[in-house]
């Protein structure tokens, strides 16, 4: 483990190559590869309620949805960055991280996907032999390579690396406006105080469009998925469904998610939390009367089409975007940060991100 330094609340403030707004798995996943190549930066933001990292269910699985064939591989790639960057934080930190490439059963899905790399169609006695416990008789499938990680224990080795690298300041403090320009930019928090470098990263999630001085608005917009943790876990594998996915935690189930455009409400709803009990129990007989020990909802940071956006405002080259993951932050957040750190460095990005481009939205 590395060598600790004083806590953030007493370190002081000096200048940063770079700003980073947000302190969810995004931004402090960016604050850490621009460490480690070499760059300084202060990480701002405040724990909110509902922030999507604490939120989400943790699942790996660029191999389930509709994506676009290019996005897919951008996902898989990702995907495969996991168990390196798990077992450095790990190593950094002596926090464990939990992570399955057991694959993921996608049920109720009967078509081959073309894009879909080692992929496995089940029938009634495959899918028992790898689930005794799944009563489903349909059509399913195992993603091999796909799974899924603790997201919990991830955010919290996120933040002690970050805690102990010594070139990044972490700042509690919301952003009241930017003031971006050509070379450098100005990040002013609610306190009055300003912040100065040469690269901002606008990495606030599901608050991305509340950003005062943005060059451009932001089409980010916070879209609710509640879950809720069922006592009980008679799986092996994470399960997609039609109406649910189910996912391993300890001795317990993760049973997500809804998709509720509601502002910024994180809040639980009877009936919600109710069709996802149900969802589960059809899925996995065991789990029908178990009881709930957990709900909550998280906001996810939703564009416009579905893709995140990474990479330079194309007018101010100080501001840099790594923001609107959608459902994919936890997915995505290695390779995005491999590439926040190439630009913040004045490098090419390592990877195409046209499509991530925020002027799609001009």
Known sequence: MSNSRPSPANSSLRSADVIVIGDGIIGLACALAIARAGGTCRVLGRTIGGAASAASGGLLAPSIGGADPSFRVFMRASRDRYPAWVHWLAERTGIDIPLSRAGIIELGNDAVDRTATNAELLDSAALAAFEPSIGWTGAARLHHEDGYVDNVRLLAALREAVRCEWSIDVVDGRIAAIQPGIDACSVRTEDGRSQFAKKVIVAAGAWSALIVGAPRPIPVEPVRGQMVL?????????????????????????????????????????????????????????????????SWGGLRPMTPDGLPIIGHDPDLSSVIYACGHGKNGILLAPITAEIVAALAAGTPSPHDISEFAVERFD
């Open 230 to 294: 069922i006592e009980g876990c008679p799986l092996s594998h994470a399960l997609s469904s039609p109406d649910a996915y189910l996912v391993p935690r300890g001795g317990s189930t993760l049973v997500g998610s809804t998709l509720e455009r509601v502002g910024f409400d994180h809040s639980t709803t009877p009936p919600a939390i109710e069709r996802l009990r149900i969802a589960a129990g059809q899925v996995v007989p065991k789990l029908a009367n178990a009881p709930a020990a957990d």
